[in-house]
DNA sequence: ACCCCCGATATTGCTGACAATTATGCAACC
DNA sequence: GGTTGCATAATTGTCAGCAATATCGGGGGT
């Protein structure tokens, strides 16, 4: 049995963005290196190139000679954010009703399926990871990478939004509204296709109560497993 | 005397953000951690969480056991930063339309009038800094710190892009193009704006000969100071 | 002359230990 | 009872040294 190396800077950023983006870390807890050190079992350094990526992401707060906390975002950053995706995701749609093939419809529409099957068996954190890849997944079939870079680092901060001021109990982003989407897409009614990504996130973003903060506290290991 | 405490990582990272953006370290060079430890009168620690952040800006290319070397756009992702461009300044001249006060337009006319200086007095450095402030200087006006943020980056790679691909000896980004633009916004003429940085960017990326790659070396120690 | 192999050198990647700073618990005091 | 001050503990920030890996040069073989 050789020793395993352990995962990269990169595998560990992946890792984490990936708990704070399903909502498993919630936004205020601490990260201490020595925790992440040994639960992932790599040395500290790595865990600090690590934790300084995140950091530059804005997905963690790092306050010096204290520690790094997983942000949480105020009102004001929570609207720039839905301000961004408003225009970013329309530019996206808009993009995609001039060049889609039909292979990036397939996929699309398999995406949706997927999102269907996860709504019906209620299985929750499938839902939240399905319906955030349903816009990193119009991003990507854009084919720029900055813009797929752009939208990973909206959909994560927007899972912390959410997470901080959800004010209901049900989960947005539903199937349906991303079926209409594609469908948009697919008949290229770029009018429409626009018209309903800018409803989708005003209702997303309706859902929210941009007055209250909540605070959480959480466990860190169940959350990374 | 007591010893100095060197330079926080932040500030690395400014630094050489900087020089990168001005164009003083040109794409391609290797930028070794004892070299750069030395400069900066720090330990290579603190370099390297320094490198680990530009790479992450796409600013740097690490190489694994190899080193960081300043990245050499592709053609491809030289295109893919110019759409991206075009797409958010166009959002950024719009959204200026509608908010901007006196106090914005001064700074952005007094801007214009820096870089008219900086080109009547031919400084080559002020003229670089200032043609990529002026884009800087819209997108942080609009207040949108996502926005800001997003554009650094954008600016930041279009040097390297220009740096590596420029065709003329001529430096673009002159300011009649901005002060044009500026106009158009203070007039709030959303379309004419539009138009106006379409056309610039267009102007810009057409001097751009994206066919040769040429290599380029250069003095790490004089780019830096 | 060209190519392949191999040792010397240089650079990166990593680990562990140490210093600096901050949070915490406890006792004394107002 | 609440607050202040101090000693302790925990956590981060930094550094120097070591191991691993890639580059470069020479030597030998074909």
């Known amino acids: 049995m050789t020793e395993q190396p352990g995962p990269s800077a990169r595998q560990i950023v992946e890792k984490v963005w ?10 205020g807890i601490q990260l201490k290196e020595e925790q992440l050190a040994a639960i992932f079992n790599v040395s500290r350094a790595r865990i600090r190139q690590a934790l300084t990526v995140l950091e530059r992401d804005g ?23 839905f301000f961004v995706r408003r225009t970013v995701e329309r530019c996206v749609v808009e993009r995609l009703c001039q060049s889609v093939n039909k292979a990036d419809l397939r996929r699309l529409r398999d995406h949706v399926a997927k999102e269907r099957v996860a709504n019906a068996a209620d299985v929750t954190s499938d839902i939240i990871k399905l319906s955030g890849g349903f816009h990193l997944l119009l991003a990507e079939t854009v084919g720029s990478d900055f ?6 680092d909206l959909i994560a901060r927007s899972s912390l939004i959410t997470a901080v001021y959800r004010n209901t109990n049900r989960f947005n982003c539903g199937p349906d509204e991303h079926e209409e989407i594609v469908e948009a897409i697919a008949a290229k009614d770029a009018k429409k ?18 007055s209250e903060i909540r605070d959480l506290s959480h466990d860190l290991r169940a959350a990374l497993a």
Chains 1, 2 share one sequence.
Not at 147 to 152: D, S, V
């Open 193 to 210: 296709a626009t018209h309903l990504m800018a409803h989708h996130l005003e209702h997303v973003e309706s859902e929210l109560d941009l």
């Open 147 to 152: 813009l797929f870079t752009t939208m990973r």
């Open 18 to 27: 990936l708990s704070i983006a399903e909502r498993r870390l919630r936004p």
């Open 59 to 81: 997905l963690v707060t790092i306050i010096p000679n204290r520690g790094a906390f997983v942000s949480k975002p105020s009102v004001e950053e929570a609207r720039d954010v």
